[in-house]
């Protein structure tokens, strides 16, 4: 069994690089061939998986949190079509986690390792958004979201000192005081068109993100289909009250929420203002067209 470690030792605000021991000690005394590398700069994890994915690895192991993942995730979508690709693990030592989360590794090293060892597999569905910053489109594997949720990331990126759940928490309730103006969007699902104010708009292949929020708590990943949870125009006392069903997934229940489940979504908006982010990365900051697909099974994850 080969593995290949991509290691961000910046992952987590910085506190990944305390683990490197003892990521490292996990694998020596195990009996699996690996190397581990270190990713330089963002990015750098995207250009490292392309190069390990061309070659005899059983497993690239993400070691990181969503970014790092999804850096990963996109390395080897953009070889998928030329080479046999290993499969994906993860060492959840980020912020959020909601990847390990949505593919069940939000475990510790030891167990993991364990399941390295077994080396069963999976498949994944793997989105992908076109739009923004991304004409050539971008890969995900946790989900996308569009308003609210993406402000309240952009804000836990400013919070240097604040980490894990409770800086999305803080970042929440920042973005519930400055309550930007939403746009009005045109969402297109197979035959059916939806035209509204939107607050936030998910499309999720996991179920939840922010570390503590649900957003389709009945997600299935590997059914070739992605979860919609839209928000219409709300006030702040009903976007508070909704933020409070998010931290239990019980959302759907509100007047104020449009689900579907479907494999292919396109969100207009003719005035712009589509803040977007696919697994936290932003996509755009006031966008006025974005795609979203699906492709069934297209990576392996280890599973138990």
């Known amino acids: ?56 690895y059983n497993f690239i192991v993400s070691t990181g949190g969503d970014g790092t993942s999804s850096e990963v995730i996109n390395g080897l979508m953009s070889i998928r079509e030329t080479a046999k690709l290993p499969a994906l693990a993860v060492f959840p030592i980020g912020s959020g986690n909601d990847f390990a989360y949505g593919i069940n590794l939000l475990k510790g090293a ?8 077994a080396g ?22 946790n989900g996308i979201g569009v308003g609210f949720d993406t402000i309240v990331g952009l804000e836990a990126e400013k919070l240097k000192h604040i980490h894990g759940t409770m800086g999305y928490v803080v970042a929440a309730i920042k973005t519930l005081i400055m309550y930007p103006k939403f746009p009005f969007v045109t969402l297109q699902i197979g035959d059916e068109k939806i035209q509204q104010i939107a607050t936030m708009i998910s499309i999720m292949n996991g179920r939840r993100m922010g570390g503590t929020f649900y957003m389709a708590p009945e997600s299935i990943n590997d059914d070739g289909q992605f979860d919609l949870c839209m928000a219409g125009k709300l006030s702040r006392s009903e976007m508070l009250n909704l933020f409070l069903k998010f931290l239990k997934g019980t959302q759907a229940e509100s007047r104020h929420i449009t689900t579907r489940r479907y494999s292919r979504f396109q969100i207009e908006s003719s005035q712009g203002g589509l803040v977007c982010h696919a697994d936290g990365e932003t996509i755009c900051i006031s966008g006025k067209s974005l795609l979203v697909e699906c492709f069934p099974g297209a990576l392996r994850v280890l599973t138990e």
């Open 1 to 56: 069994m080969k593995c290949k470690v991509i290691y961000n030792p910046v992952a987590g605000k910085g506190c990944a690089a305390s683990k490197i021991n003892q990521i490292k000690s996990l694998f020596e005394g195990s009996k699996l061939d690996y190397d581990i590398v270190f990713t330089e700069a963002p990015g750098h994890a995207v250009e490292l998986a392309a190069d390990a994915g061309r070659k005899d």
């Open 120 to 141: 069963n597999t999976r498949p994944l569905d793997i989105g992908k958004i076109t739009g923004g910053d991304y004409p050539e489109g971008r890969y995900f594997g």
């Open 110 to 117: 030891p167990q993991i390792l364990k399941l390295l060892v």
